[in-house]
């Protein structure tokens, strides 16, 4: 695939960067394309590897390597080499139902896993996949669809984030009439509050649901099924149901002084800002603001990275983020050999902002807080902050983080966003379909199936795997949405 000496000749490039100084002006998108030429280039350095790993999604370490969409990157790869944009647009669509949204969120496991970075610089996957999708758009060939035939079978998909999406998506495409139920005033779930404009601006969401809609599919908003939309009335007026509501539980911290004022769930944080900038362009005073405060940010992960990078751009006093584990290596280990996922040192957009502001990473490694101090108004005005350090827990044997006698000390903390994770569904939606839970508050399925507990309902996504990358989400989906369709059918061509 590709050029047979493209990796040699040609050096790995992506898409330039608006400088951290001047992007944080606004919430837009700050990645600017290579042109067409030169994004052929990066086409040209798949290198024909004969085992591309980068397609595979294979489970290693306990971490995917590999597309877990299963993309045929070497495929499309050769195809952006050679110019031919509409076939590489086709068999980029086979395996992935919105590379629009892929290209501008997922990690890219792909080019973790691709040969050519085992001895250099990996292929730039991610970005020529963002090429073939954004000249579908542009060249009119990413247009609507509609099926030829229906089916008269109706589905029912509960939750629009990723994996509601994708299932609704392939399921219209096999001739069902699906309807799609969203607890907020937009659809996107996820994609649309969880991820901050400039990491996904949101129309990029819009363009796509309302080619979905040419195409057949129905949407209602403000629909909360469990609460102000009865599950009883949606399993009498649909033949099957999937639910895919995502893993919206915020992990919490138990510590003194929680309840203080100003202390915030990441995504309560995220969400606020993006709605208000999407409602008033953040004149309407909805949010909660992060501007002249000192701002911590309980957290190291992708999350944690969105609220330094919202919190930068509503104007704070100051960012520290903190982070219980230590301080990835710069590069791989012995033990985190190719073509396992890299566990090293990432710097992300927001921390990349944050220096180029405050002169510092705002990562505290190693740290968490011990307790909150409020004022009389019951505020938050400072956090102890505690080290931590490895040790065997004598009971379970397992190595766990535990607090640094004496190595406490006070910061300021006027806002306090914490981005601990996710512990799974929120139980409501799950009780009024009458679908059983697992231990870790996931919908439970049958073995190697998406099927719940409750007759017709079928599960997917985060609510049934628990947080996850968006591109598992988009799996699930798919694979929910053939299991759905051969149920109603007795067979299935979905893929």
Partial sequence: MGKITGFLEYERETSKEVSPRERIKNWKEFHLPLSETEQRKQGARCMDCGVPFCQSGMMMGGMVSGCPLNNLIPEWNDLVYTGNWQQAFRRLKKTNSFPEFTSRVCPAPCEAACTCGLNGSPVSVKENEHAIIEKAYKEGYAKANPPAVRTGKKVAVIGSGPAGLAAADQLNKRGHLVTVFERSDRIGGLLMYGIPNM?????VIDRKVEIMKEEGVSFVTNADVGRNCKASRILRDFDRVILACGASNPRNIDVPGR????????????????????DSNLEDGACISARDKHVIVIGGGDTGNDCVGTSIRQGCASVLQLEMMPKPPAERTGDNTWPEWPKVLKTDYGQQEAIAVFGSDPRVYQTTVKEFIK?????????VLVNLASRK??????TVMAPVEGSEREVQADLVLIAAGFVGCQEYVAEAFGVELGSRLTAATQADSYKTSADRVFAAGDMRRGQSLVVWAIREGREAAREVDKDLMGYTNLF
Avoid: C, H, M, Q
Avoid at 260 to 276: C, E, M, P
Avoid at 393 to 398: A, I, K, T
């Fill in 199 to 203: 990491k996904l601006e949101k129309w």
């Fill in 259 to 278: 309840d203080a004022a100003g202390i915030y769930f990441a995504v309560d944080f995220l969400k606020s800002a993006t709605k208000s900038l999407l």
């Fill in 375 to 383: 004022d009389s108004e019951g505020n938050v005005t400072k956090a």
């Fill in 393 to 398: 827990d004598p009971e379970s044997g397992r």
